[in-house]
């Protein structure tokens, strides 16, 4: 589904990615760890086109296309979604108006008619069942308002309704309580098929508990210094970065 | 210019335009005096600092009385928004017509009609209110418009009296208007504890065509009334128009209003809420949109003369091609009107590198035990609101358009009429081509 190829990418004159390389298959999840700085986030923005970076070597392959040629927008219409770690708030804009804008975008990009706000809110209702919430959310302004934990949970509602392929979670755990965890962690479950693929993005291990990752790797300094299994990321928990960033560095 | 204005006043004797009560003639005479000893607005007049008044003082205007030929009443539906309990009065080139006009249910005691009729009927009424609120002496253009003073729109509402739908003011010029200036005069009273909503619009029916329009509205909100006011300005982008909208507001009133001002090459509106008590309540909105050379100049006043009164402003600008605006808002606290609570802002999106913004708070503040906060803004479209619609599969161009209506909708949501605000977000909708 997705293949990443030696990637790297800068920011300004600040290399930030100096050769990612990682293949997610349909099905898989896969985490995304490492200490702050690592580079984990920028991964994420440069897989969903963010304008700030610019890519310098290597490729991503994604369904076949060359994901780095996409726009942002096209990257969004082939089923990739990105759940921001800083959701954008966007004062009078309503909730189910942006949605169905997107929504119906999408569509159009695959050739589908657009749905009426009609439909559209039974599609709405039904989805918003996934992430505990009542209707009252749609009319309230994008994000405008909402508390951190509000903002994740959009994030998850607006994946539920554009069924990506491939979800990318940035930092989706930083900022919520248990319960909200639990929401957010819930919905991204139900939404996972056979024919679709996630990356969780994290610092802690905490979220990993609920979205159980078939692999996890760890970056530091813009590289995966290591790829393992889910227990890799507990050994983590229990030991911290510096112990894996010592022995990578002693063994480089 | 001025010359011809003086000639076009001293052969009215005979038309329309001279007829009124007794005492109406000596106050435009008076007013046609001022404006002949002080003429038009000079270049180094700071008030009129950053916009050229060249494409009015520069070019001669004809008077225009009436019209030839009435437009069909189809051609006026996109203005008139089909509502069709509301009561529509119809102003072609600045005389009223009946036909074109349609009065809702009206409670008793309120009169909704032209002025010009009003001032035929009983000229009395009118003496108490009429050109008693907009000084003459203000500014060179109400001088001229007091001169010329004839007809526009009137609404008197009781006391205690609550108006179940809006008053809606439609002016229109035709082609026959080219060319020709319009001096409409309107006004609004509301006795204490009234309440009512009352809608201007400016419009256009021939694209393209150059007038001038220069209405003054005089408003009088009583003890404990209600006014929601909504200015919509959508003339021709040739036109010229200029407008003052004098406000006076009684102990516990409350005045809202909201200006709208996408037409015009040059369009200035001023608007001077005066607060002669406690316990007032004001709230300014205005949202100006540019595009091409056209140039919007938004003034405001607001005099806070007496204690325990709020003041709140949000103006929004958005600017496209090489288009200017200019917002100056003033607040004046006279030294006894302590616990003022006063705050403005001014906030500007520019789309283009050619558009341009000159905006300045004028807080004039004499009074100690005050609160009162002014900011302004000058900003492009935020690159990660953009990023955040794209990435949700919304295309550069849509969502740019969609982060554009969303800066002007979250002052739109601020009338309190529902109907009048989804007019104006269509209209907003229309002009930045999101539907």
Same mark, same amino acid.
């Given at each position: ?6 990637? &790297? ?224 990321? #507990? ?18 | ?10 052969? &009215? ?75 529509? #009065? ?33 000229? &009395? ?311």
């Amino acid at each position: 589904m997705l293949e990443i190829r030696e990637l &790297r990418a800068s920011a300004g004159d600040t290399e930030i990615l100096k050769g990612i390389t990682l293949t997610v298959n349909p099905g898989e999840v896969h985490a995304v760890m490492g200490p702050n700085g690592s580079g984990k986030s920028t991964l994420a923005q440069v897989l969903a086109g963010h304008p700030a970076y610019a890519v310098t070597g290597g490729s991503a392959t994604y369904l076949g296309q060359d994901l780095l040629e996409l726009e942002p927008e096209e990257r969004a219409q082939a089923g990739l979604f990105l759940a921001f770690q800083y959701p954008v708030e966007i004062p009078g804009v309503s909730n189910a108006y942006f949605l169905r804008a997107a929504y119906n975008e999408i569509r159009k990009a695959r050739g589908e008619d657009e749905v009426d706000s009609i439909d559209f809110l039974e599609l709405l209702e039904e989805r918003l069942k996934l992430v505990d919430w009542g209707p009252e959310i749609m009319s309230r302004a994008v994000n405008s308002g909402f508390s951190g934990g509000e903002k994740k949970r959009n994030e998850i509602l607006q994946m539920a309704v554009l069924e990506p392929k491939l979800a990318i979670l940035d930092e989706t755990d930083s900022g919520l309580d248990i319960d909200a965890l639990r929401i957010v962690a819930d919905g991204v479950n139900r939404l996972q098929r056979p024919d679709n693929a996630t990356i969780v993005v994290t610092h802690y291990q905490r979220m990993l508990n609920y979205i159980v990752p078939d692999f996890v790797h760890v970056l530091s300094g813009g590289r995966i210094v290591r790829s393992g299994g889910k227990e890799l990321a #507990l050994e983590l928990e229990a030991r911290g970065y510096e112990w894996l960033e010592e022995a990578v560095g002693a063994a480089g | 210019m001025t010359e011809a204005l003086l000639q076009a006043f001293e052969t &009215r004797s005979g038309t329309a335009t001279a007829e009124g009560p007794e005492w109406l003639e000596p106050v435009r005479r008076a007013a046609m005096a001022r404006f002949g000893r002080t003429g038009f607005p000079g270049s180094r007049d700071e008030d009129w600092r950053f916009t050229p008044l060249a494409p009015i003082t520069q070019a001669s205007w004809r008077p225009i009385d009436g019209v030839m030929t009435l437009p069909a009443a189809a051609q006026l539906a996109p203005f008139v928004f089909g509502h069709t309990d509301w009561t529509t #009065l119809v102003f072609v080139n600045g005389i009223y017509h009946e036909a074109l006009s349609a009065l809702g249910p009206l409670p008793e005691g309120v009169q909704a009609g032209s002025l010009a009729e009003a001032l035929r009927v009983d000229g &009395r009424l009118l003496q108490a209110h009429l050109t008693r609120h907009a000084p003459v002496d203000g500014s060179p253009f109400t001088a001229l418009n007091t001169a010329f003073l004839r007809e526009g729109g009137l609404l008197y509402v009781p006391a205690d009296t609550e108006l179940p739908q809006p008053v809606h003011l439609v002016f229109v010029t035709t082609q026959e208007a080219a060319g020709a200036v319009i001096h409409p005069r309107n006004l609004v009273v509301l006795e204490r504890g009234a309440r009512a909503a009352v809608v201007e619009s400016y419009v256009t029916l021939a694209p393209g065509s150059v007038s001038w329009t220069n209405a003054v509205t005089e408003v009088a909100v009583g003890a404990g009334a209600r006014l929601e006011h909504t200015r919509i300005q959508r003339e021709s982008e040739q036109a010229n128009h200029i407008g003052l909208t004098q406000v006076e507001q009684q102990r516990d009133s409350h005045y809202r209003s909201f200006s709208l001002a996408m037409g015009g090459a040059l369009a200035r509106h001023n608007l001077h809420v005066r607060l002669n008590d406690e316990n007032i309540e004001t709230l300014m909105y205005g949202l100006y949109l540019t595009r091409g050379e056209q140039l919007a100049d938004n003034h405001t006043a607001i005099y806070h003369d007496r204690p325990n009164c709020r003041s709140w402003e949000v103006y929004k600008g958005i600017l496209d091609g090489c288009s200017r605006a200019v917002f100056n808002g003033k607040v004046v606290v006279k030294p006894e009107a302590q616990k003022t609570d006063a705050k403005q802002t001014n906030r500007n999106l520019l789309l283009s590198d050619g558009s341009r913004v000159n905006t300045k708070p004028q807080l004039e503040i004499f009074a100690d035990d005050v609160r009162c906060t002014h900011g302004a803004t000058v900003g492009r479209l935020d690159e990660q609101g953009l990023f955040y619609a794209r990435s949700r599969g919304i295309p550069g161009p849509e969502a740019r358009r969609l982060l554009t209506y969303a800066f002007a909708a979250e002052v739109i949501e601020e009338v309190a009429l529902q109907p009048v605000r989804a007019e104006l977000d269509r209209l907003v909708l229309e002009r930045l081509g999101v539907i």
